[in-house]
């Protein structure tokens, strides 16, 4: 008891008290070592007097000699720079426990000094031996060599650090750096493959660029890619490329214009856009300008996603489509299939991951007919042009030029998985100038048969028979598996990140886990994965077979404590992650979640968020995630109050003070106000019935999914008389106009494909209090007349968002289509049709523009239908935009019942609490 209160004192800072209790402690247990030693650490570490704590850690090894006593003897003479001492200290150390790392890294260090880089690399290579999958050792080498002096080995160290263990941003950038430091080891040599691939564990020559190393631009993009946060120095950074220009207002009309059929699958890629058509059985065809070269832009690393069952056809007729070294350029997912025709890929990277020109997941498919993969590159990844992974690669009349992955496969990578067989079919194929830095140069295959001739390659085949043995010691790792691994880690890492892809991660993390059981990062990516996806009986089984192989590994005791719910941070981490499912559910695609529809999801998300909470209860960041995650849902009553009791608990929160303010601003109708429903009849509107199929189908998230809440066949309503006054409409375009002049211009602050002109109605303080007024005197309650089965009571309808709209004919004459985020939008116009020409409020479906008769008429619709702001071609056209919520619950359960849920699960963990104490 006296040393556990003396370690706590020391914890905080109080090394007297915990001095002193020590001291009592070695009078009650005079032949104890323990205490000797603790007092050594406090003087070491608390108190920085390395004699004093040498003294004290002597006292207690001539008590009793302890691995402890031995290590921090060590320690504290490399404080002193007593490096003979301090290696004698360690050695002793690591005979009584030879199975420790840290004692022999420490050796490391001190006999840098001692004898010099060669003796401190040998050590290493020692340590590395006991455990391979340790990162320590190779941490240890790489600031052992940069402590040496830098130079190639430090280059070689590090780039050995990442090439191993590719997951932290922060060897990344220190590779970067180095590299910056050190332009010449950036430089490729003249004839790739001149180098052979480094000896494994640990590559002893000095560093010289190889095929596939990864340059300083590359590192910084890793770095990047791992943790968008890393900061790096100003000459790093310089390297990273400037992002794409934005696409031609043509070309991203062009994709704006593909929301539905095969197309669809280009609707974020404008520089394909321009030249996709659908052709017969559903295809997505895209005929490049022939001869020319095309510039691929992808917003994503990954490329363009070939998503589930759809194909993709690109056709060259020698057309060149260059990714320019930013991006892959597809990804193809399960059941889809990519053909490409008479075309050159180029400059196509992937960045942590595999195919650096194409990345076939399970179950795909690539047909390549006369096609050059040329200069292609898998950075930290396998296939510098194609991987496949459980894929087929049929390819006639190809060339593989010059194309380089980081690990093997320059050219082609391609394995099987034991669910998905990989097959590769080649007629006519060559390949030159290819090469990857772990082997293979050419092509890679594990436990896949070629069919066919490929000309001069040099192919690696492996697998079969490869796996860790079952028993034995960790040092049964084949180079193979180690390889097979790590590719799966990081292609599951950034398949995690897609929409759509979370199977296809979900299968490449399993494959890593399964293939070497040991492996801390394999674990690591795929128990979180599943923990965040709610897979929870697969987590219990992964977490207890880790633990059965690697019972002293930190991580396995971390992960029970993530399993039980025990941490604030990965709970929020579920919640958004399932939150995101929920969204894939709404959309229709496939979801990775053991939840079968999209209310179990929510709740399993719901749940998720207030654990959290539970946990740290003033964190406005969760609150205000769990408000959205709510509103999507079409819970408005419940974000309502969710957001409310989190500005409570989080009063500094800014986006929950914007939800404050927003209600604030636009208060809910009095109760009376429903009165006013009665005098708004049928016959005081024009209905517009709008066909079936209105409702958005690129719904980008769904406030109240259209069919659901309207039924199939929904109805627009243009106001009869006005419902705002002459004066009133003069009175806020004047207000708008003010406003602008004071800014110096209109904002363009909404965002769909192109800008908006408008000003929000929050910033219109003069128009505010009246137009509240008109909201409850007519706008809301002609809304509840009309649409009396989603918005019965005045009193519930909410402002979404409200702003005032100028289509100009010489600026800003339109606005494309799109789905509003809202349950009910309003369009009122503020001037006469007269002052324009064309312009009204287009119904996709309709094919139609729908428009007032007059100022101050209004046009009422269910947010979720296709719509848009049609051309005007000449004047001015000012609308107010309005768009509408009901604070009520889709789903019909009784308001408030989130509030209770945390209250019951704050209830469970005060009862758990009090058990634990009884
Ligand atoms: O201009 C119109 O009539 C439609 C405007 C619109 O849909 C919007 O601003 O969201
Ligand atoms: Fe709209």
Redesign the pocket.
Known sequence: ALIARARALAREGDADAADELLRAASTLLPLSPQPLLLRGNLEAFARRRPEAALRLYAASLALHPTYEAHYFSGAAHAARGAWDAALAAYDAAAALEPSRLAPRLAAAEALLRVEGIDAAREALQRAAEIDPRAAAPLVARARVEATAGGGGGAVAAYRELTERLPYEAKHMAELAALLVAQPEEARRPATPNATPTPPCPLPLPEAAAYPGAPTAADAAAAALALDPTTSLPPAVRALLPSPPPPPTPSASAAAASLPRGPCALLRHHPSLAPFAREAEGGVCEVSLPAGETTRLHSRQPRGVLVPPGATLRLVGRGATLDAGGASRHFVVAEGGVLQLRGVTLTGGRAMLSSGGAVFLLPGATLEATDVTFSRNRAVFGSGGAVASRGAAVLAERCAFLDNEATFRGGALSATSLPSAAATLRLRGVSFDGNGAARGAADVQLRSVAVEGEAEGAEVAAEGEGEGVEEEGAAEALPEGVRQLCVECVVEGLELQEGPQLGGAALRLLREAARADVRCPAAFSALSTFLYTHAFDEEAAAAAAAFAAVRPDEPLAAQFEATRSHASARALHLRAQTLNKEVAALRKGNPSTTPFSNKTAAQDAATTAFLLSLRLSPSDGDVWHDLGTSLFFAGEKAEADRVYAAGLAAAPQHAALRREARLAALFPAAPDEAQSAVAAFPAAAFRRVQLPEGSFSAAAEADVAAGEEAFGGAPAAFVSAAPLLSREECADAIAAAERWAERRGGWTTS?HYSVP?T?VPLSELDSVLPWFNAALHRTLLPALASRYPHVAPLVAKLCVLDC?L?K?SAAAQNQ?PT?A?QSLL?F?ISLNDPSEYEG????FSALGAAVDAPAAGHV?MFPGRVE????PITAGT?Y?I?LFMGYSANRSGRPEGYVLEQLEQLRAEARGGEAKDEL
């Open positions: 909404r908006t408008d702003f709209v289509y606005l799109h509003d939008s369009t312009g009204g409020t287009w046009i719509h848009g702001g049609h056209r609308v935009v």
